[in-house]
């Protein structure tokens, strides 16, 4: 396919070229799309650096969960220790609690935590036992569980923890069952 050549004594042609250069064309939409099933990226942000799929959802989780530090986890679970951050990071190491690096502190979503029992919902932990290691990370799980899900009818799996673990369960099970769509 040939495009035509602006005509550059134009006064117009610079406005036409820009315009050209926002409105991706079908090739184009096709590369983003094999990068973004590839993990390479989805896109670019307003000054031209790639930005890759992995960091929007980052930005997403961070925007819509409510996060709480190392101290206000301690507290939530009853640790009588100054620094709770020893037993938090054995915790995360053991898959015993969620956790969300921002600008290099953990962070923990507040969803999980059972403030009346002073613990993790055992439905959170049981979920990172399922958890297959090619479905994700941690931050793939904490997405899943903040996404309306149509098993919960409309429901966040995370807005249900207290009072429907069983049906989380087994809507987490069928979603890691399923095979990945387009052959990703």
């Not at 050549?5 to 134009?10: A, F, H, R, T």
Request: charged share 25%.
């Amino acid at each position: 396919m040939t495009h035509p050549k602006p005509d550059e004594s134009n006064p117009e042609w610079m406005e036409w070229f820009y315009k050209k250069m926002d409105d991706a064309n079908y090739e184009e939409e096709a590369l983003w799309e094999r990068r973004r099933r590839r993990g390479l990226g989805v896109g670019l942000d307003e000054r031209g650096n790639l930005i890759f799929a992995e960091d929007v959802l980052r930005a997403e989780i961070n925007c819509s969960v409510s996060m709480i530090d190392q101290d206000a986890a301690g507290i939530l679970l009853g640790l009588s220790e100054a620094d709770p951050s020893i037993i938090l990071t054995r915790h995360e190491i053991e898959e015993q609690i969620l956790s969300f690096n921002i600008e290099g502190q953990a962070v923990y979503p507040r969803f999980q935590f059972d403030v009346v029992g002073r613990r993790v919902y055992p439905a959170v932990i049981e979920l990172m036992k399922m958890r297959p290691d090619h479905w994700g990370g941690q931050t793939a799980l904490i997405h899943w569980l903040t996404l309306p899900n149509l098993s919960l009818s409309g429901a966040r799996p995370c807005d249900k923890l207290a009072k429907d673990a069983n049906a989380i369960l087994a809507s987490f099970q069928s979603e890691i069952s399923e095979p990945l769509a387009n052959g990703s």
